[in-house]
């Protein structure tokens, strides 16, 4: 089976994150998220605490949610950045893998078999979301879905140039409430299946 890269960008409360890792599970690939802060934490020679404490006490467990870099400066924010990118580009050169974030559809836009997916829900089934599995009060997940899909707007739109949900730029938008998100895993890992089976029957007609 050829190496490929599926990179997920989702709506806040849509069920991206458990999609993405379970997907991993399913295809046996690895599934990179906040793994890729503590790789840039340690690249950089940043103590991964110094995110953490920030985190805690900003917003708790979901201030990462809604501040992926943290909240240095400007200048500190690029260098990341930078350093997100390269380490993003090592990981897909060497494996296959799904990425999650961090403007990685844009990072590995040309990228030889890549599949960009966005994942969203509607605001009801995304605020029930919140309720129920993320045990939010109701005023905190309306605010929680407004506020963290607006900062991985800003994040996406600063770095990549266009808005995570841009259709421009992906090969599936997906709706998680049609299958839920064992149907929705179902559904991809068929997909990521023909996708690579047609690009490995597309390189034998050429070795030919």
Known sequence: MSKYVITITRQFGS???PIAQKLAKRLGINYYDRDIVDMTAK???VPVSVIGELEEAVQGKFFRMKYPLGMGTSDMQNDIFDTQRKLIQGIADKE???IVGRCSDYILHEYPNSLHVFIYAP???RYETCIQKFCMQP???RRMMLEVDKARERYHKTYAGYLPQDYRYKDLMLDSSLLGVDGTVTYLE???NL???KDND???KVEK
Do not use: H
């Open 15 to 17: 069920m991206g994150r």
């Open 43 to 45: 690249e950089m020679n």
């Open 96 to 98: 296959s893998c799904i």
């Open 123 to 125: 605001d009801e089934i």
């Open 139 to 141: 005023d905190e997940a």
């Open 190 to 192: 068929q997909l990521v």
């Open 195 to 197: 996708y690579v089976t």
């Open 202 to 204: 597309k390189k034998n």
